[in-house]
T-cell receptor
Framework: GAGVSQSPSNKVTEKGKDVELRCDPI?????LYWYRQSLGQGLEFLIY????????KSGLPSDRFSAERTGGSVSTLTIQRTQQEDSAVYLC??????????????FGPGTRLTVL | QKEVEQNSGPLSVPEGAIASLNCTYS??????FFWYRQYSGKSPELIMF????GDKEDGRFTAQLNKASQYVSLLIRDSQPSDSATYLC????????????FGSGTRLQVQP
């Protein structure tokens, strides 16, 4: 079946602008995660959603970052007033559940964000 | 101390050899462990996961877990040039924290 999809694949924006990144998880997956990977850096957790529970926002680097998940499916990550240090690849992943069985996470292709 | 540690490499092995990739983690409450392969410019691809102490084999890949030593490894048998990539170790924490913590990755080069 279809994997995780993300759009856009590339986004170039000017410092101070807002951007929205979209993620479509694998159908039937209840958990959705956002990570980012900066050049030469490891993968950094941002936020995750599990079903109807309150999201775990513990990885968001500042209050300029927010995310929502509508209808338990599609998610949007919003970065307000972008800064150059926000430049990174933003990766979305989904898993069937968050229990011990079924919590394998599958990644989308990512959105490469460049802030000029 | 980083939560998940890997040698950055590069680890260079000849074609057909066994590649051994290692990872240590600090959270004793960690319950599940993953190996991802990441080609340059691509997103991580899940290749193995393991929950219980011991070995788990899937084709040319074997994951090994030792919770007492907080150590997880990945063996790649009959290494191929197409296995050349960065291998990321990821750990899923105790209940309540299901986000993955990643190591910085080990770059593997398989020489033809």
């Amino acid at each position: 079946g279809a994997g995780v999809s993300q759009s856009p694949s590339n986004k170039v924006t000017e410092k101070g602008k807002d951007v929205e990144l979209r993620c479509d998880p694998i159908s039937g997956h209840t958990a959705l995660y956002w990570y980012r990977q900066s050049l030469g850096q490891g993968l950094e957790f941002l936020i995750y959603f599990q079903g109807n529970s309150a999201p775990d926002k513990s990885g968001l680097p500042s209050d300029r970052f927010s995310a929502e998940r509508t209808g338990g499916s599609v998610s949007t990550l919003t970065i307000q007033r972008t800064q150059q240090e926000d430049s990174a690849v933003y990766l979305c992943a989904s898993s069937l559940s968050t229990g011990l069985a079924g919590n394998e996470q599958f990644f989308g292709p990512g959105t490469r964000l460049t802030v000029l | 101390q980083k939560e998940v540690e890997q040698n950055s490499g590069p680890l260079s092995v000849p074609e057909g050899a066994i590649a051994s990739l290692n990872c240590t983690y600090s959270d004793r409450g960690s319950q599940s462990f993953f190996w991802y392969r990441q080609y340059s410019g691509k997103s991580p691809e899940l290749i193995m996961f393991i929950y219980s102490n011991g070995d788990k084999e899937d084709g040319r890949f074997t994951a090994q877990l030792n919770k007492a030593s907080q150590y997880v490894s990945l063996l790649i048998r009959d290494s191929q040039p197409s296995d050349s990539a960065t291998y990321l170790c990821a750990v899923n924490g105790a209940a309540g924290r299901r986000a993955l913590t990643f190591g910085s990755g080990t770059r593997l080069q398989v020489q033809p």
